[in-house]
């Protein structure tokens, strides 16, 4: 089935794809075939909705300003992550892939400290550099290069507490032999194809092609892969 349009068949959509390389499992840096969830999916998603992507490299702390100038044409992001959910009057969204979470890590024995979500006002919580928060304004970001430098900050105890998806916390901790906790809930929500508005004539194949992945367990089937950390050791 081919779902061009006259308009797309001659677009070619700006991709950054190492904009979040080191978020395990979504993304795995320096693993071509076993490149994770979104790693292999992306590429798959674009080939059956039959767009074509010019791939770039920025670093992720270039990435959104890249989406804000036109540099870049998409990412992947989740509407968890923006205050009230609003990607601002330059994006459109997809509908949903994957459903995502980010809980406050830190300790087991400072879990409980952490319980109540409220509990991160006013104070210094581990971050990943690039990476949007929905409340950042409540808290002091303390930037590390990514889920695995959180996670060596917790046991350093540079930081009490961080934020992260739950799935690369609980990789890294089991990778690096470094126990972390899951205390509260940050945030719940979906990943969605973010796309510049003057492309929004894409969309309805970009949703086809992920509603086509979803009927055929291909989503799933990855999703499955790289849950199993055994798996996708690097």
Known sequence: MCFFSMNSAATILKYN????????????PEQAENSGILGELVPQILSV??????????????TNQALEKGLLDF????PSWFPKGDMGELFIQ????LNIQENIITLEQNKSQWADISKIEGESIGTVGGYLYHDDDIFKRVDFGSEKQLIKALHKQRVQAAISGDLPALYWAKKLNMPIALASVHSRGVLVMRLRKEHSEMMPQINRAIAQLKTDGTIQALV?????????QQ
């Open 17 to 28: 794809v190492n904009g979040s390389s080191s978020w395990v499992p979504y993304y795995i």
């Open 49 to 62: 909705a039959e767009i074509k992507v010019e791939k770039h490299n920025f670093p992720p702390r270039r």
């Open 75 to 78: 990412d992947f992001v989740s």
């Open 94 to 97: 997809s509908e949903p892939i």
């Open 224 to 232: 499955d892969k790289y849950t199993n950390a055994e798996q996708y």
